[in-house]
């Protein structure tokens, strides 16, 4: 079955950094492209960032308003999708999902609130 | 960048009601189109992919069609479960865009 699991989320001061983890099962991280999306508290849904498989050469790829910021990443060994964000702003705020390929499978989510 | 125009952002129906929902695309996108459903306080669930294939589970009251710039999600027969914010998604090329929703609300 597959699972995803987020977590690393909380309250940062504008300017400051955070790590997201998304920890998967029922499948491997590193044969599949992985993404990143959010939800800022009652809007839609924003597609953030995204990595492709080991086999697809692992590229990388960013939405405009994250780039430079942000950096998508995997451990293998751990089975684990990361998001590190850095330079956060209030319009960072949201709920930070990870989801598997397609986004046919998507985790829970975890709240990031950027505020003083 | 490619930009997704969904219509309307809200609409009322009744149970009953054949609904349809519309996504333009700004530029070709091929069949790369999905679409999800999405509930108050929920993880968005994909009912559509590859713009007109159903995803398994998913009731054949769901359907998808279009492809190149135009696309649309019809709930058949709209029943009480189905009352939630529908969201297209374009994955033909990079950054990815979601439409910005349709909120399904009881008539």
């Known amino acids: 079955e597959v699972q995803l699991v987020e977590s690393g989320g909380g309250l940062v001061q504008p300017g400051g950094s955070l790590r997201l983890s998304c920890a998967a099962s029922?499948?491997?991280?590193?044969?599949?492209?992985m993404t990143w999306a959010r939800q800022a508290p009652g809007k839609g849904l924003e597609w953030v960032s995204v990595?492709?498989?080991?086999?697809?050469?692992?590229?990388?790829y960013y939405a405009d308003s994250v780039r430079g910021r942000f950096t998508i990443s995997r451990d293998n060994s751990k089975n684990t999708l990361y998001l590190q964000m850095s330079s956060l702003r209030a319009e960072d705020t949201a709920v930070y999902y990870c989801?598997?390929?397609?986004?046919?499978?998507w985790g829970q989510g975890t709240l990031v609130t950027v505020s003083s | 960048d490619i930009q997704m125009t969904q219509s309307p952002s809200a609409m009322s129906a009744s149970v009953g009601d054949r609904v349809t929902i519309t996504c333009r695309a700004s530029?070709?996108?091929?069949?790369?189109l999905a679409w999800f459903q999405q509930k108050p306080g929920k993880v968005p669930k994909r009912l559509i992919y590859?713009?007109?294939r159903l995803q398994s589970g998913v009731p054949s009251r769901f359907s998808g069609s279009g492809s190149g710039t135009e696309f649309t999600l019809t709930i058949s027969s709209l029943q009480p479960e189905d009352f939630a914010t529908y969201y297209c998604?374009?994955?033909?090329?990079?950054?990815?865009?979601f439409g910005g929703g349709t909120k399904v609300e009881i008539k």
């Open positions: 989801a598997k390929g397609d986004a046919e499978y």
């Open positions: 029922g499948f491997t991280v590193s044969g599949n492209y």
């Open positions: 990595i492709y498989s080991d086999n697809s050469g692992g590229s990388t």
């Open positions: 530029q070709d996108i091929s069949n790369y």
């Open positions: 590859a713009a007109s």
């Open positions: 998604l374009q994955h033909n090329s990079y950054p990815l865009a």
